[in-house]
């Protein structure tokens, strides 16, 4: 038996080997002793606190394979990747694995190498799962992204209620829920629907005291940004909502000698979106302009500001990307840049893309019948999905159509595959049938099994462009001849570069009626309350913006920041503030607008500034250029 002392001791190696830090932060060490001594935990700590570690960090002390429940597939490969960059064995299932290669992580398990096994909670029901899995030591379950069985939570999944049933049949094994972003009314469902067992419960306040927060109404977004980024050497996030903005914004700053920017969003390849993330994680003033697609896992802690280009569905969302700034504890910014046109158009827009009840089940059941799928069928293989076909039989708006496949995927009834990945094959035919093919097809087939090893035996992964330099044929006319072959039902071939879709549970066209329209109602009410919520924080010009957010959380009693925007401005009007000195300093090195001199001075409130100014040009200090810039007299 290890004593107190030799555990210790082993914890810090571990911490130290693994992860490169020499102590553990806050109530870290406190949770990790909760699951080493086989205790129900539950933790709500904010972004940036460490969450992860609090059970990676067990596992591998633990005997047995770490059961990890995850909301998204994304957040999953993020994870893993990271974990298998430190050295330590990690793998996840998802429904794009094939058998093949779904086999070979569960033998993994069943050896002992595998030390954390990431799932999506809909696998819990699954039958293939659960043989294997009982032949696998499990140490604990660990349920990320906890929030997401509570109906009241921004990203409720009712499949998280299989976790339930999952720990009945597993009562021995402890369980660890985690959330950085839960109500005291999401809390407390999280407790009974998991059926902690008297939990050890561990709560950090949401106040970030190291964040100064800024929201301020702007008409010319790109300037108020190049003006803040003018004068900022240091590594920042700049968070816009479509992929056109990420682009178009970098390259308005490009075109200012902003070459330290750049942009990133899902439709990247996996080689981009690494390349980009990689110099952004490496460098002290790179900044990444993306889609929410970039922050999930991060763990960069000298990012100095998140600039928010426009105001993020939620304010558990909001909360969630500010606190990806200054984890290392030092002073960061949280600039939100919003207009009321843009309030209104997004309250159109949200709108817009909630279908009723029949456009509902007409976008379901459309997706059943493209690709003749029978009732309480479910087909093996993936279907190229056209997106203008559903729109031109549906007659429904792009956005509509979107908004049911992303439920659909979230719910895992289908797998939808909307970004640019490796394209994937599969022979269908036996290799001994080759021969009596047409030659011209038959010569292909050989060209592809000698170019793709192992599509005799499984779904491959490939790049068109590869097999392009291998036998020196043009990229469409390989497309051309696989979607040939695929036809004549020869092979399975499905394009990386388009949408795809993969059916994951068979068809019930009265689940689909009933129960899903029900649970998509309820999602779909949910976005509108949390979006309101949002417009009455960024439209409050009365309260500390730290505060408010604390009030959200539940946090109902704590103090103002005194350092967000609404905090100096409040100052402003019951003291004023002299820094004519200050202004005088700066414009005899250089002239400056007020939104410069605004960033230059700290973001100080540009009200203030301009008295100031008025001041030292009736003194006779400074003069104006021009009807914007200012200089010395």
């Known amino acids: 038996m290890i004593s107190q002392q030799d555990f210790q001791k082993l914890k810090s190696e571990t911490l130290k080997y693994f992860w490169g830090h020499d102590g553990f932060r806050d109530s870290q060490e406190e949770i990790i002793d909760s699951i080493i001594n086989e205790k129900d935990t539950l933790v709500l700590l904010p972004t940036g606190a460490g969450k992860s570690l609090c059970y990676q960090l067990p596992a591998l002390l633990k005997e047995g394979t770490c059961l990890v429940v995850s909301p998204l597939l994304a957040l999953m490969k993020d994870q893993v990747s990271q974990l298998k960059s430190r050295g330590i064995e990690a793998e996840y299932l998802s429904s794009e694995?094939?058998?093949?290669?779904?086999?070979?992580?569960?033998?993994?398990?069943?050896?002992?190498?595998?030390?954390?096994?990431?799932?999506?909670?809909?696998?819990?029901?699954?039958?293939?799962?659960?043989?294997?899995?009982?032949i696998i030591s499990l140490s604990f379950i660990a349920v990320d992204e906890a929030h997401c069985i509570s109906e009241w939570g921004q990203d409720f999944r009712p499949s998280y209620q299989n976790i339930k049933n999952f720990r009945k049949n597993n009562p021995e094994i402890p369980c660890i829920a985690l959330t950085a972003t839960a109500t005291p009314k999401v809390l407390e469902e999280i407790k009974i629907k998991l059926e902690l067992r008297n939990p050890q419960v561990f709560q950090k306040s949401f106040r970030r005291d190291n964040i100064k927060i800024f929201t301020e109404e702007v008409s010319d977004k790109f300037q108020r940004i190049f003006d803040i980024l003018k004068y900022t050497q240091e590594s920042g996030i700049i968070y816009v909502r479509t992929r056109k903005e990420a682009e178009l914004l970098t390259e308005f700053l490009h075109k200012n000698q902003m070459t330290h920017v750049d942009f990133f969003h899902a439709g990247l390849t996996a080689k981009e979106k690494n390349r980009k993330q990689s110099e952004w994680n490496t460098s002290n003033r790179n900044v990444l302009i993306s889609t929410n697609a970039f922050g999930m896992g991060i763990d960069k802690d000298n990012v100095r500001f998140v600039i928010h280009y426009s105001p993020s569905p939620s304010l558990e969302n909001y909360y969630q990307e500010i606190g990806r700034s200054g984890r290392d504890g030092k002073n960061s910014f949280a600039f939100l840049l919003w207009n009321q046109q843009e309030l209104s158009n997004f309250d159109q827009i949200l709108k817009n893309q909630i279908p009723g009840k029949d456009e509902f089940i007409t976008i379901v059941t459309y997706l059943y019948s493209i690709f003749q799928v029978a009732e309480y069928e479910l087909p093996e293989k993936s279907f190229q999905l056209n997106m203008r076909g559903i729109q031109n039989f549906t007659r429904l708006s792009s956005a509509k159509i979107k908004n049911v496949l992303n439920f659909l995927h979230n719910q895992e009834l289908i797998y939808h595959n909307d970004h640019k990945s490796l394209s994937s094959l599969q022979l269908l035919i036996k290799p001994e049938e080759i021969e009596l093919l047409p030659r011209k097809d038959a010569y292909f087939i050989e060209l592809m099994l000698r170019t793709v090893s192992g599509i005799t035996t499984h779904k491959v992964l490939f790049s068109e462009q590869q097999v392009s330099n291998k036998i020196g044929v043009g990229i469409p006319l390989i497309k051309d001849r696989l979607k040939e072959l695929q036809q004549k039902n020869y092979l399975e071939y499905v394009d990386g570069a388009l949408s795809s879709i993969k059916f994951l549970k068979a068809r019930d066209e009265r689940a689909i009626r009933s129960m899903y329209w029900n649970l998509f109602q309820h999602i779909q009410k949910n976005k509108v309350q949390k979006w309101e919520e949002m417009k009455f924080y960024l439209e409050n010009k009365k309260h500390c913006k730290m505060k408010l957010i604390l009030a959200y959380f539940g946090e109902k009693d704590s103090k103002s920041c005194g350092r967000c925007s609404v905090c100096e401005k409040n100052k402003q009007s019951v003291f004023g503030k002299d820094i004519s000195a200050q202004i005088v300093d700066i414009l005899t090195k250089q002239p400056c607008t007020i939104e410069e001199l605004s960033v230059r001075l700290s973001f100080h409130p540009k009200e203030n500034i301009l008295e100031n100014l008025i001041f030292l040009l009736d003194s006779g200090k400074i003069k104006m250029l021009n009807f914007r810039t200012y200089t010395i007299a």
């Open 97 to 134: 694995l094939d058998e093949y290669d779904a086999e070979a992580i569960y033998n993994r398990c069943k050896e002992g190498l595998t030390k954390l096994l990431y799932i999506s909670p809909e696998r819990l029901t699954n039958t293939q799962f659960l043989r294997n899995i009982e």
